[in-house]
């Protein structure tokens, strides 16, 4: 006989009240905890310690903590010796909460957490079932921040496969692009030159639980606000609004970016594709950048060589303001061909915004080329792209059209019911199998290489 999951923990290192795709789930899933009637609770950096009643089911805990040393270094994090001491605050929670599982949205700092629980470090904890959600792929990471190429896929393969994947039950991703890296760090087809004694060492010391790898992988995409992001927003108002937010003519046409300005966005490209959109003498176009990040400073020096108010960059802008650009932009672009999920498209496409992107990574979870512009990520075809939808009222309309519909099957409220269904029957599978999952010992004499060895 299996039990509910009803009370639940979930740390991360990326919350932003009113920013961000994480932040955005998280709030979700804490608006449908009071419907669900299930206690969610949210450990969160912050600034000082506080706790936050977000509604009478869901609490966030902020923990005291620095700023990132690297990556995009306007988010704090907590480090591991803020949870790995005996009388740690985060100890202290999890003790007060005693969640049924416990899910870790962090492939780096806050990784150990499921390693020291399956370790039997958080013993007073007992053994709730062990969730890593998925945002971002590793790999993608350090070849944008630290180092590319093969160097950097085998780095990252190695920690994946050796490390983070054993150390959890279960591993939920935003996207089939995301869930790959999984499989891929793991599986022998797509590592021949791995050494199979060792990977098979470290499952059995972190008591990876005994089942096939597949069976412990699963994506769940997120999901639009499809009545705050509404072509109903836009408005000759809501048009002059954007217009005179970036200082720009209103005869111009008006291109909208929304997101980080960091390395992983592929932000180059964007200046390089306006490079060639303004060589086009007959039109004036112009580019508007809502968000910030570590190359704020660079696109400036960029811009100011293509000329004044050519890119215009607005900050970052609270989600109505945003919600009434998209609906008003001309176009909206998105550079990365390695986004792990993608809300922003999917945000301009709910805003009935032709929307223009490359032909790649999570966002074909619901892009398709009947729905979007898909191209190569380079800015000679992105240029071209947008001159298309500029010129092609015809084909612009249609692919609006079939956004829109895109968009309404894939709403926040669908998205959190397929999460927290999946919960669901991941903890029912951990309470069934409960000895496959949890029993260390007959761990530490299997021979994993029977599941990982196709």
């Known amino acids: 006989m299996t039990e509910p999951l009803k009370r639940s923990v979930h740390i991360t290192n990326y919350y932003h009240k009113s920013s961000g795709g994480i932040s955005t789930s998280y709030n979700n899933l804490m608006n449908a905890a009071a419907a669900a009637k299930r206690e969610v609770r949210l450990i969160v950096p912050g600034e000082a310690e506080a706790v936050e009643d977000y509604n009478d089911y869901a609490k966030i805990y902020y923990i005291p903590a620095k700023y990132s040393p690297v990556f995009d270094k306007r988010y704090r994090i907590i480090m591991p010796w803020q949870y790995m001491p005996s009388e740690s605050h985060i100890r202290k929670v999890m003790l007060d909460e005693m969640p049924q599982m416990v899910e870790v949205t962090d492939k780096y700092t806050l990784s150990m957490i499921g390693a020291m629980i399956r370790k039997g470090k958080f013993s007073q904890l007992g053994r709730p079932m062990l969730v890593h959600f998925s945002c971002e792929r590793m790999d993608d990471n350090i070849s944008s921040f630290l180092v590319g190429g093969k160097l950097g896929q085998w780095t990252a393969r190695r920690v994946m496969g050796n490390y983070n994947f054993p150390s959890f039950d279960f591993h939920i991703a935003n996207s089939a692009y995301t869930a790959d890296e999984f499989e891929r760090s793991v599986l022998k087809r797509h590592n021949p030159k791995r050494s199979m004694w060792f990977i098979n060492k470290c499952w059995q010391w972190l008591g990876s639980p005994r089942i096939p790898v597949t069976e412990r992988i699963h994506v769940c995409p997120r999901g639009v606000d499809a009545e705050r992001f509404s072509p109903e927003k836009r408005s000759a108002e809501g048009k002059a609004q954007l217009f005179a937010a970036a200082d720009i003519p209103d005869t111009a046409v008006a291109i909208l970016y929304a997101g980080r300005i960091s390395p992983e966005k592929n932000i180059p490209l964007l200046v390089e594709m306006m490079k060639v959109l303004r060589q086009d003498k007959s039109r004036d176009i112009r580019l508007v950048v809502a968000g910030a990040g570590p190359l704020s400073e660079w696109l400036d020096e960029q811009a100011k060589r293509l000329g004044d108010n050519v890119i215009v960059q607005l900050g970052h802008l609270d989600k109505d303001e945003l919600a009434r650009h998209y609906a008003n932009a001309d176009v909206f672009v998105h550079p990365n061909p390695r986004e792990p999920f993608g809300i922003a498209p999917l945000e301009a496409m709910a805003s009935g915004v032709a929307t223009v992107a490359p032909n790649g990574g999570g966002i074909l979870s619901y892009a398709t080329s009947d729905n979007i512009w898909l191209v190569e990520p380079t ?60 029993d260390s010992k007959a761990a530490s004499n299997f021979d994993f290489t029977s599941l990982i060895d196709a």
């Open 379 to 438: 800015g000679m075809a992105f240029a071209a792209a947008v001159a298309e939808v500029i010129s092609d009222p015809d084909l612009r309309e249609r692919k609006i059209a079939n956004a829109l519909e895109t968009a309404r099957s894939n709403t926040r409220e669908l998205s959190t019911a397929n999460l927290l269904a999946t919960y669901d029957k991941l903890y029912k599978d951990f309470q069934e199998r409960n000895e496959l999952f949890t």
